[in-house]
């Protein structure tokens, strides 16, 4: 910004004199929220991250205006979707007992399940992922070249063995056949965990799990090329177990990250 250290905190004790000034160091700090988010954020974030970081309360208003000038704004993508979940004709799907109310008092009480796409390598891979609903953790996932029961049974295992809930957790999930096969059925028997399902073609019985995988391909997987199932799952790492579970405020839990929610919360985890 060609402003010496001296000169700066003369102007700071100045009480921030020149407005053009305040708007240079808001513009400053407003990029670096963005360049450590990798461009995802957009007004909303971007005011509670600076406000959380300082102490200091800038307004929203303020924000919006310094972003819509130097045109800052969440970047946006949308691609086709492949068909990931397909139902059973001989289904026999366990009742919504969620109904749509996704409050809950703590961690490994419910847990939300689904499965989506990647694509890597010229081709589609499958990634299943188990949700705790009190903090949107991912606490399990897996990624496999076919969506499977085996892929859904995988990260379901890595759940439990990272979590070790006691029994009588919810588990939701749509009625795709993954989820209403005996492999699956025998795994929440073997861990006393009760199923739940949504109604059928009703995606809003489970939107904090849509919502996750919204955010996910949205602000990372559509703006990246994975040349193989090495690469992507790389990448799967990096976001889900040390960005999005660590780092990125999510509006539903206060503009906290699932992590900084759950210490503030339960401090005794």
Same mark, same amino acid.
């Given at each position: 910004?060609?402003?010496?250290? @001296?000169? +700066?905190?003369?102007?700071?004790?100045?009480?921030? !004199? /020149? #407005? &053009? *000034?305040?708007?240079?160091? $808001?513009?400053?700090?407003?990029?670096?929220?963005?360049r450590e988010n990798h461009g995802n954020y957009g007004v909303?974030?971007?005011?509670?991250?600076?406000?959380?970081?300082?102490?200091?309360?800038?307004?929203?208003?303020?924000?919006?205006?310094?972003?819509?000038?130097?045109?800052?704004?969440?970047?946006?993508? @949308?691609? +086709?979707?492949?068909?990931?979940?397909?139902?059973? !004709? /001989? #289904? &026999? *799907?366990?009742?919504?007992? $969620?109904?749509?109310?996704?409050?809950?008092?703590?961690?490994?009480?419910?847990?939300?399940?689904?499965?989506?796409?990647?694509?890597?390598?010229?081709?589609?891979?499958?990634?299943?992922?188990v949700l705790d609903l009190f903090d949107r953790i991912p606490?399990?996932?897996?990624?496999?070249?076919?969506?499977?029961?085996?892929?859904?049974?995988?990260?379901?295992?890595?759940?439990?063995?990272?979590?070790?809930?006691?029994?009588?957790?919810?588990h939701h999930s749509d009625r795709g056949c993954q989820y209403?096969?005996?492999?699956?059925?025998?795994?929440?028997?073997?861990?006393?965990?009760?199923?739940?399902?949504?109604?059928?073609?009703?995606?809003?019985?489970?939107?904090?799990?849509?919502?996750?995988?919204?955010?996910?391909?949205?602000?990372?997987?559509?703006?990246?090329?994975?040349?193989?199932?090495?690469?992507?799952?790389?990448?799967?790492?990096?976001?889900?177990?040390?960005?999005?579970?660590?780092?990125?405020?999510?509006?539903?839990?206060?503009?906290?990250?699932?992590?900084?929610?759950?210490?503030?919360?339960?401090?005794?985890?």
């Amino acid at each position: 910004m060609e402003v010496s250290r @001296s000169g +700066y905190y003369e102007w700071v004790k100045a009480g921030f !004199p /020149n #407005e &053009a *000034a305040r708007d240079a160091v $808001l513009l400053a700090r407003i990029k670096r929220v963005e360049r450590e988010n990798h461009g995802n954020y957009g007004v909303e974030r971007v005011h509670e991250a600076l406000n959380e970081e300082t102490g200091e309360k800038v307004s929203r208003r303020h924000v919006q205006k310094v972003m819509h000038e130097n045109g800052i704004r969440a970047r946006r993508s @949308s691609q +086709y979707k492949p068909q990931t979940t397909k139902a059973d !004709p /001989n #289904e &026999a *799907a366990y009742p919504n007992l $969620l109904e749509q109310n996704f409050h809950v008092e703590g961690p490994n009480k419910i847990w939300l399940t689904d499965i989506t796409y990647i694509r890597e390598g010229g081709k589609w891979a499958y990634l299943a992922v188990v949700l705790d609903l009190f903090d949107r953790i991912p606490v399990g996932w897996a990624l496999g070249s076919s969506p499977t029961a085996e892929l859904a049974c995988m990260a379901l295992r890595r759940a439990f063995e990272r979590r070790k809930p006691a029994k009588g957790l919810i588990h939701h999930s749509d009625r795709g056949c993954q989820y209403t096969s005996q492999a699956y059925r025998k795994l929440l028997e073997q861990y006393k965990m009760i199923g739940s399902m949504s109604r059928k073609g009703n995606p809003y019985d489970n939107a904090p799990m849509e919502s996750f995988f919204k955010t996910l391909k949205v602000e990372w997987v559509n703006w990246h090329t994975y040349r193989d199932m090495t690469e992507a799952l790389n990448s799967l790492v990096y976001f889900i177990d040390v960005y999005y579970s660590c780092k990125r405020i999510h509006s539903a839990l206060g503009y906290k990250s699932p992590r900084n929610y759950e210490k503030r919360t339960l401090p005794a985890i």
